[in-house]
């Protein structure tokens, strides 16, 4: 998960993304749209965003062909989905615990 | 579609998945003066979100969380409505092997409302992957729409 907010936070992945939204593209031609890049250095960053999970690629002949992944993109806002759960429950839990023993007085106060 | 999720204690948590917006709402037993100090004080927000908080609550000021397990939250307060209302930037420091979208990138604001003695605290995180509201972020802003739309589909 992690993997799929580090793959995003790159501009040039960002770019790849955007090529390959609308539909399937071979990797060289990926490449020919960064032409101040090496082919190795665009391989990597096609890497960091398959094992992201954010696009996919299959073999077809000697070509290679990336498409958008587009769950990878839901999985990256769950993950902070958890988080935020996990901890706001903490916080409330906190903040409770603070005011307990005056709310403990005050109802008991009320009883009376 | 995913909208609602409820949590057993009265919290909800809401997340749009079609905007990846993470919104979630929780109704704490304690007043909005209280709940502030956990956003502000480091002490406090050791308590229920990182292993140590440097936080400098003013407009500018940093907002750093530095998790259990090593990553660290790398933000800067925007705005903070004493009691009511509180921005700040969110980012992970760049660190191997773990989370790392870059400082700035993302925005929380936590909204307090007093309620009967209790306190609504709605927390929207945005600027997300998958979010359309990353406007600050040009990148963001000019391809996102298109991948939300993408994975509405997918869906």
């Excluded at chain 1, 960002?14 to 101040?36: H, K, N, T, Y």
């Excluded at chain 1, 989905?81 to 903490?90: A, I, K, N, Y």
């Excluded at chain 2, 995913?2 to 979630?24: F, I, K, L």
């Excluded at chain 2, 870059?102 to 992957?129: F, N, Y």
Aim: with cysteine; proline share 7%.
């Amino acid at each position: 998960m992690d993997e799929a907010l580090r793959a995003v936070a790159d501009p040039t992945r960002r770019a790849i993304l955007r090529l390959v939204r609308d539909g399937e593209r071979p990797a060289g031609e990926i490449a020919q749209q960064f032409p101040s890049m090496t082919r190795p250095a665009v391989s990597q960053h096609l890497r960091v965003l398959t094992d992201a999970g954010l696009i996919e690629v299959r073999p077809e002949g000697n070509k290679r062909l990336y498409r958008l992944r587009p769950e990878g993109f839901r999985d990256a806002t769950e993950f902070l989905e958890e988080m935020w759960t996990d901890s706001l429950v903490r916080l409330k839990i906190a903040a409770e615990r603070e005011e307990w023993p005056e709310r403990a007085r005050a109802a008991k106060g009320k009883k009376r | 579609m995913a909208r609602a999720r409820t949590g057993g204690q009265g919290e909800e948590a809401v997340t749009d998945r079609n905007t990846g917006v993470v919104e979630q709402t929780v109704r704490i037993g304690a007043r909005p003066e209280t709940v502030w100090r956990f956003w502000t004080d480091p002490e406090r927000m050791r308590e229920w979100w990182g292993a140590t908080a440097d936080l400098d609550p003013a407009p500018g000021g940093v907002c750093r969380v530095e998790m259990t397990h090593g990553a660290v939250m790398e933000g800067e307060f925007v705005e903070l409505v004493p009691y009511e209302r509180l921005v700040f930037t969110f980012g992970w420091e760049p660190h191997e092997g773990g989370p790392d979208v870059p400082p700035g990138s993302s925005r929380v604001e936590v909204t307090l409302v007093p309620d009967a003695g209790d306190t609504i605290m709605t927390l929207r995180h945005t600027g997300l992957p998958a979010s359309d509201a990353g406007r600050h972020d040009e990148g963001w802003a000019e391809h996102l729409p298109d991948l939300v739309a993408a994975a509405g589909r997918a869906g």
